[in-house]
């Protein structure tokens, strides 16, 4: 019973779970086991939540990376791109990140990305390096995370063709930013999506059972109907 994790199923559970929320990063792998165990490993509910959405345990590794970004990259362009992505839950094309950009020249900045803090492509898509996702939030404020989550959604949308990977993005991203109308275009979708990728889909929407709701409650009480 490595660190007080549950054995059999739960710990290949739990193990999934690290694995996505830090991609693998030793560093952060380590971080937020020690935060697991302090908070009993819970099992569902908002504490589960709180563990998939919150990065508090990987602070102080991302501090040091931010710091690093700061040194490596002096053109600030880059590193707003960089923070900005860090917003994406896990992967992006170079057509969204382009778009993400507040740049006269995207694809240059982009570029002064890839390889260090930026790794792909990978059947079309790139991710960040872990040591800076999630790092929006410390460094531009809930506020700007909430325009860039909307941005994030009008690049996927701008897309026109949206896989899997797009689709729960698009969801996660405009559910958080209370953004009906990208919460509407993936109702649309949805209901267009081939069969074959209704099991993907399941995969990366794993979130949404984690949002209890009461009788009488609403998934999103803002607007009912959305």
């Known amino acids: ?46 504490g589960l939540l709180k563990v998939l ?8 590794v991302q501090k040091e990376a931010r710091q690093r970004l700061e040194a490596d990259l002096p053109s600030p362009a880059a590193r707003s791109l960089a923070y900005r992505l860090s917003v994406f839950t896990t992967c992006f094309t170079r057509q969204q990140a382009l778009l ?16 260090p803090w930026i790794e792909g492509p990978t059947d079309g898509y790139y991710r960040l390096s872990p040591l800076l996702q999630g790092s929006g939030p410390a460094v531009l404020g809930d506020p700007k995370v909430a325009e860039v989550r909307r941005d994030i959604c009008r690049a996927i949308i701008a897309t026109r063709t949206l896989s899997p990977i797009d689709f729960a993005e698009l969801v996660f991203q405009a ?9 509407v275009v993936a109702a649309l979708v949805s209901l267009r999506m081939p069969w074959e990728h209704e099991r993907a889909l399941l995969g990366n929407l794993l979130w949404l059972p984690l949002l209890k709701v009461r009788p009488g409650e609403s998934l999103y009480p803002r607007n009912p109907t959305t």
């Open 175 to 183: 559910f958080f930013a209370e953004y009906e109308h990208a919460l």
């Open 53 to 60: 959405t919150t990065t508090e345990d990987l602070a102080s």
């Open 1 to 46: 019973e490595l660190h007080g994790c549950p054995h059999g199923p739960e710990a290949a559970r739990w193990a999934k779970i690290i694995h996505s929320t830090t991609q693998g990063h030793p560093q952060l792998a380590h971080a937020r086991v020690f935060r697991l165990q302090g908070e009993g490993w819970p099992a569902s509910g908002d």
């Open 100 to 115: 993400l950009a507040k740049s006269e020249t995207p694809g240059e900045v982009f570029d002064r990305l890839c390889g």
